[in-house]
């Protein structure tokens, strides 16, 4: 992996009004990788990913792609990004291999590399059997996948993917993802917002988390996970009746809030952050010998690293912010 910034920003401000809708956001994006950014709607992901593709000028702040400022050389930035949105945006009355045929042509391709390119995508993204039939007659997933089609024509060094996969059945969105890594593979950067923590979790090399325009945590998944806790305990207990008092032993032993599951037997807490590893192991063993002097049996136990919606959760939580 290079350490060439593919995209770099640097207190990026854009208002609407009376709203702030990014307030002073820092990013720097390695080439070659999927970057994350994570956060509600409403965080101001889409106007961010808006502003490097220089579809709205920044209020505040620079923003460079491959060292080009998007403001003051916007036709060079423009020749190297592409951008898929949250909604399709090819014609639906066309069929598949129309739509990527008319945009290959608008991009500069003859006729038969137009066709030659659009049979390529196609079979590349397991479209060739609907090839022929009208966009409004997909699925959401083959939708999806036209459209990241469609942004790939010509290569881009650079990549905007704006919540790919959002109302996608767990199929589809598997195709989407399949396919943002096999793009990567190529060379392209991809800049990937979503509020779905398991896609930043299963495609992101790194990750902003980002809320009400500000950028509030940065880091791989491990340091992310690790900025909140050294390990998440779960735990199932034989008699369910006795829960309430182990959840009064585990918060004492372990020094943390104790969650109760929806299964009635169930409770997690996460460790303290300051822990390392095996400092939660061994706070985690002791907490375990209590609940066992006290009489009450632990039937399954598992301790491991937070989740990144356990992440997002105590983060979110610190800013004072329901997720």
Not at 84 to 97: I, K, M, R
Not at 272 to 301: H, P
Request: charged share 25%; proline share 3%.
């Amino acid at each position: 992996m290079s350490t060439e910034l593919a995209i770099e920003t640097t207190g990026l401000v854009k208002v609407f009004g009376d709203n702030r809708a990014v307030d002073g956001i820092d990013l720097a994006v390695p080439t070659g990788t999927v970057y994350g950014v994570l956060g509600p709607n409403g965080a101001g992901k889409t106007t961010v990913v808006r502003m490097l593709a220089t579809l709205l000028r920044p209020d505040g702040g620079t923003a460079r792609v491959f060292g080009k400022d998007v403001v003051k050389e916007a036709d060079a930035v423009r020749s190297r990004v592409s951008l898929t949105g949250q909604y399709a945006s090819v014609d639906e009355d066309l069929t598949g291999v129309e739509n990527l045929v008319l945009l290959a042509r608008l991009l500069g391709h003859s006729k038969p590399a137009a066709r030659d390119r659009a049979a390529q995508l196609l079979e590349g993204f397991g479209l060739s059997e609907a090839a022929a039939k009208q966009v409004k007659n997909y699925s959401g997933g083959m939708r999806r996948r036209i459209d990241i089609a469609a942004s790939i024509l010509n290569t881009p060094d650079v990549l905007f993917l704006d919540e790919p996969t959002t109302g996608l059945d767990p199929r589809s969105r598997n195709q989407v993802w399949d396919i943002v890594r096999a793009v990567v593979a190529h060379g392209t950067t991809v800049l990937l917002t979503t509020q779905y923590l398991d896609e930043a979790d299963q495609l992101a090399s790194r990750i902003a988390v980002i809320d009400h325009g500000k950028v509030i945590a940065e880091g791989t998944k491990g340091e992310l996970k690790a900025s909140v806790g050294a390990g998440t305990v779960h735990l199932r207990l034989r008699d369910g009746g006795q829960r309430a008092e182990a959840q009064q032993v585990l918060a004492l032993a372990l020094n943390a809030e104790v969650q109760l599951d929806a299964d009635p037997v169930a409770l997690t807490a996460r460790v303290d952050g300051q822990s390392t590893e095996q400092g939660a192991a061994e706070q985690a063993g002791r907490a375990l010998a209590e609940l066992a002097r006290c009489g009450i049996t632990v039937d399954n136990f598992s301790l491991g690293q937070p989740s990144l919606d356990e992440v997002f959760l105590a983060l979110t939580d610190k800013k004072g912010v329901a997720a």
